[in-house]
């Protein structure tokens, strides 16, 4: 299943709608949990370590944040990808 999230953190509630292998996007105010600067990047990195976790290069180029400052094991989709990543999963959950 395909999730986005535009928010950090996330919701027990939230993440009950996940399993492992999920992808996960990561959008607006979500990307800054993302960067290698973030003083909790471990507790990111092992939150999203059971899903394949992804940012949309349009989201982080609108933050100014460059790829290289995103921490690694994080897919950067382009608006292509996304929408195959879409077409994968049958089904999509937005948390805003």
Known sequence: MLHTFDHLPIECTELAHTQNGDTIVLTAN??????????????????????????????????????????????????????ICQEDNNCIRSWN
């Open 30 to 83: 979500a990307i800054d949990a993302i960067k290698a600067s973030n003083p909790d990047q471990n507790l990111t990195r092992n939150l999203f370590k059971q899903f394949n976790l992804c940012v949309l290069y349009r989201d982080i180029e609108a933050k100014g944040v460059e790829i290289s400052e995103i921490f690694s094991g994080i897919t950067v989709l382009d608006d292509d990808e996304f929408s």
